[in-house]
């Protein structure tokens, strides 16, 4: 087997086959974890890995275990234990990869004491934080050298000194089992034009200046959308071949402007929490609460697809929005009628059960206890509803392909979030804990995007995943949005200098900007013809600036710069370093004039109402069109809007005061003042709970 190896190759890369081959067997183009993956397999140390929140969370314990005031992680820790778990986690696995063993040692400096008494607490009494990346990869170094791994040649994409530690270690190790490990080759000068004076500049220093070949250009736009619009008509009317784009993760602008111009779907997915069925397990976490919050309960039965059936969800939503709440009225008539609905639509004895089955389906899921967010809610109730979500995702027959998806996704969200819960030695969860526990188990999301089309272009989500040359590139995005950052390392110099007494390398930020940098100026050094960077002002909406490394090209070719430059209105106008577009002159269309008067030709739909309030009246007589289209044509607010108008709100709750305590016909005119007021709160606190949930909310007192 022959290995293409990159830091950045574990997404898309160019070429997509190794060595620039237009098919191959035995060879692998892939970045850290398929490396790693391919090397647990050969060595017989695969198996099945905790996900990145389950070690967060047993971390914590072992944390909450050995803390004391003299833990410098302390005051922290007692602020908010799950972050600070994650962090310093992270800071671990980082000191595993540098080689440190956290053998006790009195002279170890203060924090590093810390870390160290984490690992040693007896697995009697907790469990072992379970093995990340950075126990595998040692693993993998530990059982290296070795004569079977079918690995006869890695060819490195970014120099071996950039990757720092334990890659290379691990390279070492590799070469030792008799791999060939190659070396990018020097970069060097591939390109005529103004790219190639570009080239000649980074390599040697030095300004230049650029003469606006159209080898070399930065195209300016108003706004993201703009420029895949005009980068659309271009790339539809070209048939290089030959060309990769560069785009930002997640950007889906210029994919999508490309289909619309007839181009195949290149298939990039976008990553988001927020897809509407996986909602369903933050949604009824949120339900837990008391007080209700009736937003979060409008949003729950509006969504696509939950445990309640969705006619029933739709009748409930409708209630939700004239009163706010669940256990009124209102509630309990709409659950007999859709019992007795359910009820009817089937004659055979098993169906007749239907209606029994909906209340107690809408009980178990809606009409549960609540609980105070701080102590919070038992820890059983918790990993019970996360394992009720799952199952009912589990068992759920979608033939939609996306939704679907989405439905898996849910059920092991919920799955995980079941067992992080059970593993808790707290007894009740509070509300802002549970919510950093949802928010990490649903991590990115659930990718959504187009399916690839064959003979779409190449596409790579960063500059360095570039693996071999091309005749054109496009860096669509080359904003600051989206640079990479360096962040710098949490140890001290002593720290530093104590573990690398002990062997243990950890790298500093000097090895990741020269990396980040490689990086840049790798679409530079791949290109062969032209190189394209497109520099929107407003991206996604919001100002962008240009890309850091903008800055490098503009200090080398000074006042010159302006020769590579173009707009889009020039482009348009027929610039000369770029092919120019084929336009089409649009007719103008103006919006239809104002009718004063509306004829409809079925006399009937207007017929007068039986009842008339006094808001209708009022829309009748100076509003007429209001009147038509509110109670004739039935044209409403959506109910979610309807839920905030706590104006109307007010009134109504007023009224149904009045009705609750005076209907009955009870005679008041002995009752004391002490007694009808407690009768007052009593019956007021019983309809906000049930119908005006709105008011119990923090802010609405």
């Not at 980074?202 to 706004?223: K, M, P, R």
Request: with cysteine; charged share 20%.
């Amino acid at each position: 087997m022959q290995i293409v190896f990159g830091l950045s190759l574990d997404g898309p890369a160019y070429p997509t086959l190794p060595y620039d081959k237009e098919a191959v067997i035995g060879e692998l183009c892939c970045g850290p974890q398929g490396l790693l993956r391919l090397l647990e397999i050969r060595l017989g140390l695969s198996g099945i890995w905790a996900p990145t929140p389950y070690r967060v969370e047993i971390y914590r314990q072992r944390l909450l275990a050995i803390d004391n005031e003299g833990r410098f992680f302390h005051k922290s820790l007692q602020a908010d234990s799950l972050a600070v778990a994650e962090t310093l986690l992270r800071w671990r696995d980082s000191l595993i990869l540098g080689g440190w063993d956290f053998q006790a040692n009195d002279k170890y400096p203060g924090r590093l004491n810390d870390l160290a008494a984490v690992e040693h607490i007896a697995a009697d009494q907790l469990p072992p934080v379970p093995w990340g990346f950075a126990e595998r990869m040692r693993a993998v170094i530990g059982a290296l050298p070795s004569a079977h791994l079918d690995i006869v040649r890695i060819k490195l994409v970014e120099k071996s000194s950039l990757m720092g530690p334990p890659w290379n270690v691990l390279l070492d190790k590799l070469g030792q089992s008799g791999i060939l490990i190659e070396e990018p080759k020097e970069i060097a000068i591939t390109a005529g034009g103004d790219l190639g004076v570009l080239q000649k500049s980074i390599l040697q220093g030095g300004t230049s200046e650029a003469t606006g070949d159209g080898s070399l250009v930065i195209l300016h736009t108003d706004t993201d959308t703009q420029a895949a619009d005009l980068l659309a008509a271009w790339l539809a009317s070209e048939l290089e071949s030959d060309r990769v784009l560069i785009i930002p993760p997640g950007d889906r602008t210029l994919a999508r402007v490309l289909s619309l111009y007839g181009s195949p779907t290149l298939g990039i997915n976008s990553y988001s929490a927020q897809r509407p069925i996986l909602q369903v397990l933050p949604l009824l976490i949120e339900l837990l609460w008391e007080p209700l919050d009736p937003f979060r309960l409008m949003e729950f039965l509006t969504l696509p697809e939950t445990p309640i059936p969705g006619w029933v969800a739709r009748r409930l939503a409708g209630v939700v929005a004239t009163t706010p709440g669940i256990g009124g009225e209102s509630w309990r008539e709409t659950i007999v009628e859709c019992a007795a609905g359910a009820a009817s639509s089937n004659e055979s004895k098993e169906q007749s059960e239907r209606g029994y089955l909906l209340k107690e389906l809408i009980s178990t899921w809606l009409e549960t206890p609540r609980f105070p967010k701080a102590p919070g809610a038992p820890r059983e109730i918790v990993a019970n509803l996360a394992k009720r979500i799952a199952m009912w995702a589990s068992t759920r027959t979608i033939e939609d392909e996306e939704k679907a998806s989405q439905v898996m996704a849910l059920s092991a969200q919920s799955s995980h979030l079941s067992q992080i819960v059970e593993t808790l030695p707290e007894t009740h969860i509070t509300q802002p804990h549970l919510q950093k526990l949802v928010r990490m188990v649903q991590g990115e999301g659930q990718a959504l995007g187009e399916t690839e089309e064959a003979g779409h272009y190449p596409w790579i989500e960063s500059p360095d995943a570039l693996a071999g040359m091309a005749k054109e590139v496009i860096w669509w995005g080359f904003t600051s949005n989206n640079a990479p950052s360096v962040q710098r390392p949490p140890w001290t110099v002593q720290e530093k200098d104590f573990l690398a007494s002990m062997g243990v390398h950890l790298p500093g930020p000097e090895r990741d900007v020269a990396r980040m940098v490689d990086g840049f100026i790798r679409p530079v050094f791949s290109t062969q013809e032209r190189l394209m960077l497109i520099v929107p002002s407003l991206e996604g909406g919001k100002e962008a600036n240009p890309h850091p490394f903008y800055d490098q090209i503009k200090a080398i070719f000074r006042d010159s710069l302006k020769n590579v430059e173009i707009t889009a209105s020039s482009w348009l106008s027929g610039n000369h370093k770029l092919p120019a577009l084929v336009t089409t002159g649009v007719m103008p269309r103006f919006l239809p004039s104002q009718r004063r008067f509306w004829q409809i030709k079925d006399g009937n739909a207007l017929v007068p109402r039986e009842v008339e309030s006094y808001s209708s009246l009022n829309d009748f007589f100076y509003g007429p069109y209001k009147w038509v289209l509110r109670y004739k044509a039935q044209v409403k607010q959506g109910a979610i809007q309807s839920v905030s108008d706590t104006k109307k709100l007010m009134g109504d709750l007023s009224h149904r005061l009045f009705e609750v305590i005076f209907l009955p016909g009870e005679d008041f005119k002995t009752t004391s003042r002490e007694k009808m007021d407690r009768l007052v709160d009593e019956t007021m606190t019983r309809i906000l709970t049930e119908e005006g949930a709105v008011f119990l909310l923090p802010g609405y007192e």
